[in-house]
Nanobody
């Protein structure tokens, strides 16, 4: 089994910054793609940013230039640096990871979510 543990959410004023972290642990041979999603009340969960195991990234237009995704493969950890935060960034942020286990099966896992609230 694999667990994803997120941290770093909180309350911040508009224009401020937060850094989210998500660490994967458990039966891991290799962590492939890792990503951050978010879900605001009454809305569908949406992709924010994705990073592959070789470091290539994909960031959605609504946060491009403000958010940066990175990872530390040695720690099986993905980060989301969020700058110039806006009230519309308020959401629960979820970490997602595709994990290859020792039996060579790939499974998608989700973190428990961390609340980010941006006040105006």
């Amino acid at each position: 089994q694999v667990q994803l543990v997120e941290s770093g959410g909180g309350l911040v004023q508009a224009g401020g910054s937060l850094r989210l972290s998500c660490a994967a642990s458990g039966s891991i041979f290799r962590v492939n793609d890792m990503a951050w999603y978010r879900q605001a009340p009454g809305k569908q969960r949406e992709l924010v940013a994705r990073i592959s195991s070789d470091g290539s990234t994909n960031i959605v237009d609504s946060v491009k230039g403000r958010f940066t995704i990175s990872r530390d493969n040695a720690k099986n950890t993905v980060y989301l640096q969020m700058n110039s935060l806006k009230p519309e960034d308020t959401s629960v942020y979820y970490c997602n990871a595709f994990v290859l286990n020792y039996a060579k099966y790939t499974t998608s896992y989700w973190g428990q979510g961390t609340q980010v609230t941006v006040s105006s």
